[in-house]
């Protein structure tokens, strides 16, 4: 490797220090190493058939031609994603900025107060805007928060009915997600025009478009009431920018509100990634899917914030859980929730009074030059009638750069946003052919729906409107953050590796990210054919035969891919297969997702070895043969171990009839080595904000490509304004999901190459392995494979230590911030143990901080074992230490205060020092509080 090739920075071993890392480990070389550890059975030779690695100067330039066959047209298309103006001080200081886009999700609330402040503020956003009294920290979009929204209505509903109404005025994308999700539950979705048509005698929930996708704004009470009068819950999809001066669905008694919250300064990127909403009434929030962000407080009493509820998640309840939702959108969400706190309610208020100001002249200037205009309220779009030159007036609009909404045969849509001015409003009159003169026109608001009420009336909204104010807010909130800007997060099965700046710049660029979703095709042939080399080059490292990039999260491609495999079934007239067997330790999203593809979930035991217990796995296949449909393993497994049963696992599924899903959160362990779609399995998903340097963004975005070998091509998802013709699902709002970011995977395959990216799963493996070397004599490491070696991860059991002293797993995790750390996965997947997973990004030196952290905490532990510090007051039950306890007036406790700021050998001068002390997160279970307190909470 030569330090022109970007494998030389993406490594962070240098080759001396892998000498003495592949010494500490027992072994020649890398590829010793690897021959030793993965199985035979699996292992594949060859050499993956990429281009040669670019360097990062020419990938840029690669880039920089595929963005050039994009053309960023005015967006005019409206249905969800619309142009909005993402102020400069947000874009580099969040968007760019790895402080905020390398965190991890707030699991660790101790270092992440900065993100769970901002996404409290996004909450208090959205509470605020719909009228609602809970809010979570974001969904994956309009449409999947919509669906999320239909089987939260049927949770809560008293009525037994399986229809879920749809008004036929939602989003055409948003009915196909719904569609999709509801087939293999089992609920009859009825698309009405519920102002006209007569509503069922039973259902248990409806679905209202608040204003509608014709742009219609409609007083949706009366239908409320209705909707209530037999049982039914009601969920309004309701734009945010709107409800700043439309009475919001929470004030007419709605039940949920979902929607987008895009435009507030997320660029649309051909469809995303943006963070979607959802909001319920009172009484609804513990069955909220999705993480909700609350208050609590710490040991010393002040306010702190952490996730609430988190018994609710799915890695907790499994098959039972509300969802299957893990990774969701933060990054987005903090920055619409920092542009409402930029702007304000006043200035939101004037951003939405003036982009209703544009479509109304928009809509007399087409009256008066003769076209018909629907006569109906509206806020930002309007729908115009051209009996049959509709298509012509789209594209004469298209050829003067705007693109506009071709409803049917005879009608155009068209939506004006913050970006829209009057040389766009001429534009479009033009296309019509109409002559029009602009000028000052009456609101079109309905009278009878105007917002009364006040909105973002907490401080925070108020206090950051100038720049230099709210640069300060954004450096102060990532300043209470550890990201991997300060250091190595070790998470098992989340692979923290290094999120190039090459990879990241083109996200920003206006050719990816201002394009809508439903542009013409012609306008996005850079972006299809990126897509297509990502896709392929995907299948190349996988070897599947076909990948589809829509799913927008791990957690979305295990539901097409199941949702393939059942539809495999049912077209070779199978369809009663419908056992999911799963091993015990499986990461939690697998049983929530299988449930949710209408699958019955079959639990597989694990043996001593922590391997899935192939004797218990026949048991299992007997007693369902005929209704089995698949199986979900993880591999290398969730334990970290290359299993050397996998080959004859998935020959037992098949040989009883049923599909192997190997879930390939950790890919990281396989890529270039062994490929899931040639050793045995059927479909995988990938995380590509894992293994492909999407960086985690404090909790996404991410994205999750399903994988399939030929057969199950054909039931990969579809085009979701397409989905009803072509018969496939729909899992995304968005053709290709979150597209604006998938430039970042594609630059790290085109800058690594096959012998880079097969490098750096050796030195994945490697450093792993080096890690569990330096720290077995220290903490048992739980469970190893071929020769004792572990894959790219390994679990460290604490259970031992803890019987012995009392100190706990949490302990030593909160501990690790004094020493300047991210705890390793906790509890995961087996309770009391850490599970650590070094990257090949890491460099020794960091391995090595990280190791000498673990073995000095062991001997801490040990201290208190002897007794020579009391249980309840040592450096482990009291950590993390912040910089105001340890300088506090008073110092009662057993040691030093300097053993509590600065333990080992940790840098004085760079120290992170957490904001709070450890957290009490059952109190703010029992107090549920979901938005911003009060300033006065957080005085003395
Ligand atoms: C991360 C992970 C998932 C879920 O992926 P998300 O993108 O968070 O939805 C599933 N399985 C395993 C083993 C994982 O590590």
């Known amino acids: 490797m030569t330090a022109e090739q970007f494998a030389a920075r993406h490594i962070g071993p240098e080759p001396a220090d892998e000498r003495r890392m592949l010494e500490a480990v027992g072994y020649g070389s890398i590829d010793e190493l690897m021959d030793a550890a993965i199985p035979e059975v699996i292992r594949w030779h060859g050499t993956l058939d990429l281009p040669e690695p670019a360097t990062e100067h020419d990938a840029i330039a690669e880039l920089r031609a595929l963005a050039a066959r994009n053309t960023v047209a005015v967006s005019m298309i409206?249905?969800?994603?619309h142009g909005t103006h993402t102020p400069a001080v947000i874009r580099r200081n969040v968007l760019e900025n790895p402080a905020w886009y390398t965190a991890y999700t707030p699991y660790q609330p101790e270092i992440s107060q900065g993100r769970l402040e901002a996404l409290l503020n996004f909450q208090t956003m959205v509470t605020d805007l719909t009228g609602l009294a809970t809010a979570n920290a974001s969904m994956l979009d309009?449409?999947?928060?919509?669906?999320?929204?239909?089987?939260?209505?049927?949770?809560?509903?008293?009525?037994?009915?399986?229809?879920?109404?749809?008004?036929?005025?939602?989003?055409?994308?948003?009915?196909?997600?719904?569609?999709?999700?509801?087939e293999p539950l089992g609920i009859d979705v009825r698309v009405?025009?519920?102002?006209?048509?007569?509503?069922?005698?039973?259902?248990?929930?409806?679905?209202?478009?608040?204003?509608?996708?014709?742009?219609?704004?409609?007083?949706?009470?009366?239908?409320?009431?209705?909707?209530?009068?037999?049982?039914?819950?009601?969920?309004?999809?309701?734009?945010?920018?709107?409800?700043?001066?439309?009475?919001?669905?929470?004030?007419?008694g709605a039940d949920i509100a979902a929607g987008t919250t895009q435009r507030f300064g997320v660029p649309m990127g051909f469809g995303g990634p943006h963070a979607g909403y959802l909001a319920v009434r009172a009484g609804l929030e513990r069955m909220l899917p999705g993480r909700l962000v609350g208050v609590s407080r710490d040991a010393d009493g002040n306010p702190a914030y952490r996730l609430a509820l988190q018994t609710r998640e799915q890695h907790i309840r499994r098959e039972r859980a509300t969802s299957n939702i893990c990774t969701a959108q933060v990054l987005l969400a903090v920055m619409a929730g920092m542009y409402a706190v930029y702007h304000g309610p006043d200035g939101l208020r004037a951003v939405a009074a003036r982009t209703h100001e544009m479509a109304a002249r928009l809509a007399a200037g087409l009256r008066a030059g003769g076209v018909a205009v629907a006569e109906v309220a509206f806020f930002d779009t309007v729908t115009a009638t051209v009996p049959g030159r509709a298509a012509q007036v789209v594209a004469a609009a298209a050829q003067r750069g705007v693109n506009l909404r071709l409803v049917d045969a005879d009608r155009v849509g068209v939506s004006c946003d913050e970006t829209t001015t009057p040389a766009h409003l001429a534009a479009v009159w033009a296309a019509f052919g109409v002559d029009a003169v602009d000028g000052a026109v009456d609101a079109a608001l309905p009278t009878g729906l105007a917002r009364t009420s006040e909105f973002l009336t907490h401080p925070v909204f108020r206090s950051h409107h100038s720049e230099t104010a709210m640069l300060r807010y954004l450096r102060r909130l990532s300043d209470f953050d550890y990201a991997?800007?300060?250091?190595?997060?070790?998470?098992?099965?989340?692979?923290?590796?290094?999120?190039?700046?090459?990879?990241?710049?083109?996200?920003?660029?206006?050719?990816?990210?201002?394009?809508?979703?439903?542009?013409?095709?012609?306008?996005?042939?850079?972006y299809r054919e990126m897509i297509a080399q990502l896709e392929g080059w995907l299948a190349e490292v996988t070897g599947y035969d076909a990948v589809s990039v829509q799913p927008n999260a791990g957690s979305q491609g295990e539901l097409a891919g199941l949702l393939a495999i059942r539809a495999y079934h049912r077209d070779r007239g199978e369809g009663h297969r419908d056992v999911c067997l799963i091993p015990s330790s499986a990461h939690g999203t697998n049983a929530a997702s299988a449930v949710m593809a209408g699958m019955r979930v079959v639990v597989v035991g694990c043996d001593a070895d922590g391997n899935v217990d192939l004797v218990d796995l026949d048991t299992k296949i007997d007693k369902h043969r005929d209704a089995l449909a698949a199986i979900m393993v993880t591999y290398p497994s969730t334990h970290g171990v290359y299993e050397t049963g996998i080959a004859s696992l998935c020959a037992k599924v098949h040989d009883a009839g049923g599909q192997v899903y190997v879930d390939g959160a950790n890919l990281n362990a396989l890529v270039g080595f062994a490929k899931p779609g040639r050793f045995g399995a059927d479909v995988s998903h990938l995380n590509l904000h894992k293994t492909f340097c999407i960086?985690?963004?404090?909790?996404?975005?991410?994205?999750?490509?399903?994988?399939?070998?030929?057969?199950?091509?054909?039931?990969?998802?579809?085009?979701?304004?397409?989905?009803?013709?072509?018969?496939?699902?729909?899992?995304?709002?968005?053709?290709?999901?979150?597209?604006?970011?998938?430039p970042i995977p594609w630059a790290y395959l085109r800058m690594m190459g096959a012998a880079g990216l097969t490098r750096a799963t050796g030195v994945a493996v490697l450093a792993a392995n080096y890690v569990a070397a330096r720290l077995r004599q220290h903490y048992p490491v739980l469970y190893a494979g071929n020769k004792g070696l572990v894959a790219h991860e390994c679990i460290l059991d604490l259970r031992p230590l803890t019987k012995a002293t009392g100190v706990s797993v949490d302990d030593v995790a909160k501990r690790l911030i004094d020493y300047g750390f991210h705890a390793p996965t906790m509890s995961f997947p087996v309770a009391g143990t850490l599970m650590v997973e070094p990257t090949e990004s890491e460099d020794l030196a960091e391995l090595d901080r990280f190791c000498d952290a673990m073995i000095a905490i062991r001997a801490e532990i040990d201290k208190v074992g002897a007794g020579e510090w009391p249980a309840g007051d040592n450096p482990l039950a009291n950590a993390p230490h912040t910089a105001a306890m340890v300088s506090g007036d008073e110092w009662p406790h057993a040691y030093p205060r300097s053993v509590g700021a600065y333990p080992g050998g940790v840098d004085r001068a760079g120290k992170y020092w957490p904001p709070v002390r450890r957290i009490d997160g059952a109190y703010g279970d029992r107090n549920l509080v979901c938005s911003c307190p009060a300033p006065e909470a957080f005085e003395g």
């Not at 692979?495 to 809508?516: G, Q």
Request: glycine share 12%; net charge negative; with cysteine.
């Open 484 to 526: 991997l800007d300060r250091g190595m997060i070790p998470l098992g099965s989340c692979t923290m590796k290094l999120n190039a700046t090459t990879e990241m710049e083109p996200v920003s660029w206006a050719e990816f990210a201002h394009v809508h979703p439903f542009a013409p095709a012609a306008q996005t042939a850079g």
């Open 695 to 742: 960086p985690h963004g404090g909790g996404g975005p991410g994205v999750g490509p399903v994988a399939v070998r030929a057969h199950l091509a054909p039931f990969l998802p579809g085009d979701p304004l397409g989905a009803h013709v072509d018969g496939r699902p729909a899992i995304s709002a968005a053709p290709y999901g979150s597209a604006g970011i998938l």
């Open 192 to 252: 009405l025009d519920v102002e006209r048509d007569e509503l069922p005698a039973e259902f248990f929930g409806l679905h209202l478009q608040y204003p509608g996708a014709s742009g219609a704004v409609r007083d949706h009470a009366p239908l409320v009431e209705a909707a209530h009068a037999v049982g039914a819950l009601v969920t309004v999809a309701a734009d945010l920018l709107a409800l700043t001066l439309l009475r919001p669905p929470g004030e007419i």
């Open 142 to 182: 309009e449409g999947t928060a919509a669906a999320e929204a239909m089987t939260l209505a049927r949770r809560a509903s008293k009525s037994r009915s399986p229809v879920y109404v749809v008004d036929a005025d939602a989003l055409p994308q948003t009915v196909a997600v719904i569609t999709s999700r509801a």
């Open 78 to 81: 409206g249905l969800g994603y």
